[in-house]
């Protein structure tokens, strides 16, 4: 384990579901991240939380709704989802939004479906 | 926009053999760079990273070059091992203070054994 825990590993949802991810790290960091990695692409920024506030929607659409509680925590709320959007996302953190420049540590990630 | 990226998808090598995975970058204002491992089912894990008054940095068994002249990042690997075999990505720093990283598309090492 890296220090970032997501769950669930594996999800399998239908168009019309509501699905959550979670993402818990308890190293300290105050910003946090959700990535979404999709085949032959590179990793593509979706949100980035700093101390509990978004500073970042890349243009995700609504049909993705990040929550982050605290600073441990962070969600992403599944609702409504389309074929394409099956891909692995991570959640990273880093200690704050100025040495991410330095890198993430990332969980796992959830490897989602979408049918 | 900038973007970093990898010359080749799929890289094998013949275990014990010296592995080079090469990546072009494109703004040259970028002063940090990261290489980053991912295993099959879990996530990117930290390698190695290289500021830009460097050229060389090294590690165990793994060796990053940075040409700036060129915009060009590689990573060596040394006496390749079948527990090398993962997706390789390399990463710049973005915009300071945004949080944000730039990544390659990756490329996939496989050693035969």
């Known amino acids: 384990e890296t220090g970032v825990t997501q769950t669930p590993r594996h999800l399998v949802m239908g168009m019309t579901n509501k699905k959550s991810l979670k993402c818990e790290q308890h190293?300290?960091?105050?910003?946090m991240y959700w990535y979404k990695q999709s085949a032959k692409k590179p990793l593509e920024l979706m949100f980035v939380y700093s101390l509990e506030e978004r500073v970042e929607n890349n243009s995700v659409p609504s049909r993705f709704s990040p929550e982050c509680p605290n600073s441990s925590h962070l969600f992403l709320h599944l609702h409504t989802l389309q074929p394409e959007d099956s891909a692995l996302y991570l959640c990273?953190?880093?200690?704050?939004?100025?040495?991410?420049?330095?890198?993430?540590?990332f969980g796992s990630g959830t490897r989602l479906t979408v049918v | 926009g900038e973007s970093v990226g990898l010359h080749l998808p799929t890289l094998s090598v013949q275990e014990g053999d010296n592995s080079i995975i090469n990546c072009a970058y494109s703004n040259s204002a970028s002063d940090y760079f990261i290489w980053y491992k991912q295993e099959s089912g879990k996530g990117p894990q930290f390698i190695i990273d290289?500021?830009?008054?460097?050229d060389k940095r090294q590690g165990q068994r793994v060796t990053v070059l940075l040409n700036k002249t060129v915009k060009h990042l590689s990573l060596q690997i040394a006496a390749t091992q079948p527990g090398d075999s993962a997706v390789y990505f390399c990463a710049e720093n973005g915009p300071s203070n945004t949080g944000k990283l730039i990544f390659g598309q990756g490329t996939t090492l496989q050693v035969k054994p």
């Open positions: 290289i500021r830009s008054n460097m």
């Open positions: 990273a953190s880093s200690q704050d939004l100025g040495t991410a420049n330095y890198g993430y540590t």
């Open positions: 190293l300290g960091h105050n910003a």
